[in-house]
């Protein structure tokens, strides 16, 4: 019986069998690797990526279609919302792992920040994202996509838009374009309270046409912040480098919390 894109789960199926190709090609997944799917769904990727890992753990909400990849010898199924899961729970059976997915777009962004929880465990990332969305991810300074995700993602992860996939590439189609996002992990990232700096971002994204001494520089003068941070800009201004120095000068005022 053919399976019915449900809405609720934001349901969109790979079809294209180029691009399919493409993005496995781009994940280059190695016998042997272990790693995760995140939606698989009616199993475009799932199965030329197994064919390749011999084995492969997949995290599928949809109870249908968790019932149908059971059957497959080569897959360990989680039937389980994918911001439930425990990733350092998977950790715990070996080494690092790589995380593959076409993510649920209502979702995204949530599912970015609940993985970011586990990054010390992840080789790398690969996910199917809408292209505005990645184009938020990796955008430079004073540019319009430039804003909280970009500062929140790129202090932890080096990124990249990988391949372009359109509208037609799916069964339903979506109303907007897609996209592929490499994520690394950073060797050695900054040591900060990640809790803190997303506080600061937020406030200093929270009126973003504002100059920051406006927003955050009333916030760093609560901290008790007496140093040198120029608030004569606005958020999209500064690089993720100062917001990250500003985030550590804070947590050295206040190395309790």
Do not use: C
């Amino acid at each position: 019986m053919k399976h019915i894109a449900r809405k609720r789960f934001g349901q969109h199926f790979l079809s294209d069998g180029g691009i399919i190709d493409g993005i496995v090609d781009a994940i280059h997944p190695q016998p042997g690797q272990r790693m995760v799917e995140i939606g698989p769904g009616l199993a475009a990727m799932t199965q030329p990526l197994v064919e390749r890992l011999g084995h492969l753990t997949v995290i599928e909400l949809d109870r249908d279609l968790a019932l149908r990849l059971r059957d497959h010898p080569q897959l360990t199924v989680i039937e389980s919302d994918v911001l439930k899961v425990d990733f350092a729970e998977l950790a715990a059976a070996g080494p690092k792992f790589r995380v593959v997915g076409n993510l649920p777009y209502n979702i995204s962004t949530p599912i970015l920040f609940h993985l970011l929880q586990y990054v010390d465990f992840i080789e790398d990332q690969h996910f199917m994202l809408q292209k505005e969305v990645i184009d938020r991810m990796v955008a430079q300074p004073s540019t319009a996509a430039f804003g909280r995700l970009s500062v929140m993602l790129q202090w932890r992860y080096a990124m990249e838009n990988v391949l372009f996939v359109p509208p037609e590439s799916f069964d339903p189609p979506p109303r907007v374009d897609s996209a592929i996002v490499r994520m690394l992990p950073l060797a050695q990232p900054p040591i900060l309270n990640e809790k803190r700096l997303s506080q600061m971002v937020q406030v200093a994204f929270s009126q973003r046409r504002k100059l920051l001494r406006h927003t955050l520089g009333q916030w760093l003068e609560a901290q008790g912040f007496a140093g040198e941070f120029d608030v004569k800009r606005r958020a999209e201004e500064v690089p993720v480098h100062e917001y990250v120095a500003l985030a550590q000068q804070v947590d050295a005022l206040h190395p309790e919390t």
